[in-house]
């Protein structure tokens, strides 16, 4: 059975490259435009991982790694955080939010579905 991926990124370019490469991989996707379309498309279905944008309109990444760990269906869901963001007290800051990885744009397919396939629920 496929794995679910979440991509939630206010770029639609951006969701659909990661989302190529994810389906590429076999892996089913759900995209999300912000943290709050992302939260309103969770309705308690298994979603094996997530990858999230950090800078969006509405609700950025970090709020959104913030809300979904306090959603019991969701709290051991990993998150990568995919985004330009590059400073070290960004990534401490999605790290205490509980993001898992943090891979800076532009990245290569290969490497982030290497991430994907380490942190990927079973």
């Not at 298994?46 to 990444?61: A, E, F, Q, T």
């Not at 979904?68 to 790290?95: D, R, W």
């Amino acid at each position: 059975m496929a794995k679910t991926i979440m991509v939630v990124d206010d770029s639609a370019s951006l969701r659909q490259v990661v989302g190529i490469a994810l389906r590429g991989a076999s892996y089913d996707v759900i995209e999300a435009c912000d943290g709050r379309d992302a939260l309103a498309k969770l309705s308690g279905q298994k979603v094996h991982l997530i990858i999230s944008d950090v800078n969006m309109p509405n609700m950025d990444g970090i709020s959104f790694v913030k809300a979904l760990k306090q959603l019991p269906a969701y709290k051991f869901t990993p998150v990568i955080m995919l985004t330009t963001e590059s400073q070290e007290a960004k990534k401490q800051q999605g790290q205490a939010a509980g993001a898992k990885a943090w891979v800076v744009k532009p990245f290569r397919p290969d490497q982030m579905l290497g991430a994907v396939q380490k942190l990927v629920l079973p």
